[in-house]
């Protein structure tokens, strides 16, 4: 069975500051796709990036990056310079690379004050 | 990218009445699924639509309280039967469009909030 900890129920900061939410997988399958997803107050789900089990480099977009360690089952997101508008819901989610399945993680809200 | 529209967005229905929910894709997609987001809490798969065939349900999820149909690789719908107040949820239609895995992404619709009454 698939499993994703996000441990961080909530995290706050300052604008401006960088901030890391952790999430942690578990899987037998040795394909898989991990995903980032962020939800703004209004409810819809907005797809952040997709990482397959096969590709450990970092990506960076925009003050986003990841850190995808396969060692330690981890797909850290870091926003940096963080913005008010950064505040939501932040998924981590783990793929099945034949069904397509997710298994979604909890959840860290975000809040970025002013 | 693939446009995803769901509908309705929002909904206030009474107790024991069922819902409709339709899901849209602007092009053919192989996989349709359907997820269920309650107040304050992550998101759960309900099942997965097959086109053509009998949705495949999780554990916990029946055809009876939430009878899919999938009729081509574009639609789906989503009903919620004989509602009560516990199926308040946000109900959201994704896809993963397979058509090459490393263009693999993930795309949802922008849900439907349900209250129930």
């Known amino acids: 069975a698939q499993k994703v900890t996000q441990a961080q129920t909530e995290i706050s900061v300052v604008e401006k500051e960088d901030v890391t939410l952790d999430c942690v997988y578990e899987t037998r399958d040795t394909t898989y796709y991990l995903f980032w997803y962020k939800q703004p107050p209004s409810g819809e789900l907005v797809f952040l990036i997709r990482r397959n089990s096969f590709d450990e480099q970092n990506e960076i977009s925009g003050r986003y990056s990841w850190n995808f360690q396969k060692s330690t089952s981890s797909f850290n997101f870091t926003i940096t310079a963080s913005q008010v508008v950064d505040s939501a819901v932040y998924f981590c989610a783990l793929s099945e690379s034949l069904t397509g399945k997710s298994t979604f993680g909890d959840g860290t809200t975000l809040t970025v004050k002013p | 990218s693939a446009v995803i529209s769901q509908k309705p967005s929002r909904d206030i229905c009474q107790r024991g009445t069922s819902l409709t929910i339709q899901c849209q894709v602007d092009?053919?997609?192989?996989?349709m699924f359907w997820y269920r987001q309650q107040p304050g809490q992550s998101l759960t798969l309900i099942a997965t639509?097959?086109?053509?065939?009998?949705?495949?349900?999780e554990s916990g999820f029946v055809i009876d309280k939430f009878p899919i149909s999938r009729p081509n690789l574009t639609f789906s719908t989503l009903t919620v039967s004989n509602m009560s107040p516990e199926d308040s949820s946000i109900y959201l239609c994704t896809i993963e469009d397979w058509g090459g895995r490393e263009n693999t992404e993930a795309f949802f619709g922008q849900g439907t909030r349900l209250t129930v009454v």
């Open positions: 639509a097959n086109q053509g065939s009998e949705a495949t349900y």
């Open positions: 092009s053919q997609v192989t996989m």
